[in-house]
């Protein structure tokens, strides 16, 4: 079992700034990759950033330039920086991580139980 603590969600006005924190505990042997996901009401899941274990990144056409994803192998943890923040960012976001063995194919999925953050004025 793996558990994900969230942190850093919470109200921010347009323009302004928030880190949010993920956490990984538990039984793994190593982390591969790390993601953010979030979610509007009423809205699909979509992926905001990706971290793969070598530190490569993915972003989201919607948060390019505005968002920075980043890990800490020691801390077994991924942050996600966010800047000039925008209402339509307001969502659930969950932290999602990738476990596993690495001469192992099948990796393991396991995700935080989100956290809010509210963009308005």
């Known amino acids: 079992q793996v558990h994900l603590e969230e942190s850093g969600g919470g109200s921010v006005q347009p323009g302004g700034s928030a880190t949010l924190s993920c956490v990984a505990s538990?039984?793994?042997?190593?982390?591969?990759?790390m993601k953010w996901h979030r979610q509007a009401p009423g809205e699909q899941r979509e992926l905001v950033a990706s971290i793969g274990s070598s530190g490569y990144t993915t972003y989201g056409d919607f948060v390019k330039g505005r968002f920075t994803i980043s890990r800490d192998d020691a801390a077994n943890a991924v942050h996600l920086q966010m800047d000039n923040l925008k209402p339509e960012d307001t969502a659930v976001y969950y932290c999602?991580?990738?476990?596993?063995?690495?001469?192992?194919?099948?990796?393991?999925?396991?995700w935080g139980q989100g956290t809010q953050v509210t963009v308005s004025s």
């Open positions: 999602n991580i990738f476990t596993g063995i690495p001469t192992m194919e099948k990796k393991n999925s396991w």
């Open positions: 538990g039984d793994f042997y190593r982390i591969f990759a």
